[in-house]
């Protein structure tokens, strides 16, 4: 060093070494909590339940709803379909209609029809409500009934309410 030959190690101020060991700590901790997510999956799938292939992230608020009602002794899998939240279940309802992999494909391409829409017109996305649809389709959900019904031998007659 004396002759200019080796160049000094290069020693971060206080407050970046400080910086470093919070990120370091943090990448420690989310570590730790992936393998306490992949011990609860493990557990679950040996006692025979597959939450995992329903819900990406069995600590989202679905998966732990569920997993607090098979604590409570509910173990009927309906019952717990009913408590799934957000995406989860707007994927149960896509699925029952289409299919697992066709639901998949339905949410991941409203999640890009919505980004699309916020990038292009600059506004925040804005829930439409869960029956937007339903209401901008009433005739044709009310008449498919009306031939399914039919279909299954029952005669019907619709009222406004």
């Known amino acids: 060093m004396r002759h200019g030959l080796l160049q000094g190690s290069y ?3 206080r407050p970046q070494r400080e910086l470093r060991e919070l990120v370091r700590y943090r990448r420690s901790l989310l570590g ?4 306490e997510v992949q011990r609860i999956q493990k557990v679950l799938e ?12 069995i600590l989202g608020a679905s998966g732990r709803a569920m997993l607090e009602a098979i604590v409570n ?3 009927h899998p309906e019952t717990l379909a009913t408590m799934a939240k957000g995406r989860l279940k707007k994927k149960h309802e896509i699925a029952s209609r289409r299919g697992a992999n066709r639901a998949a494909v339905a949410v991941g391409h409203s999640i890009l029809v919505r980004a699309y829409h916020i990038l292009k017109t600059g506004k925040p996305y ?8 339903d209401q901008r389709r009433k005739n044709a ?4 009934m009306v031939k399914r019904l039919n ?6 007659t619709i009222e406004a309410a």
């Open 126 to 133: 804005r829930e439409l409500g869960a029956n937007y649809f």
């Open 11 to 13: 020693i971060p101020d």
């Open 73 to 75: 002794g509910i173990d």
């Open 32 to 35: 730790e909590r992936a393998r």
């Open 151 to 156: 279909s299954l031998g029952f005669k019907v």
């Open 141 to 144: 959900i009310v008449n498919n």
């Open 46 to 57: 040996g006692a025979n339940i597959k939450l995992g292939s329903v819900a990406t992230d």
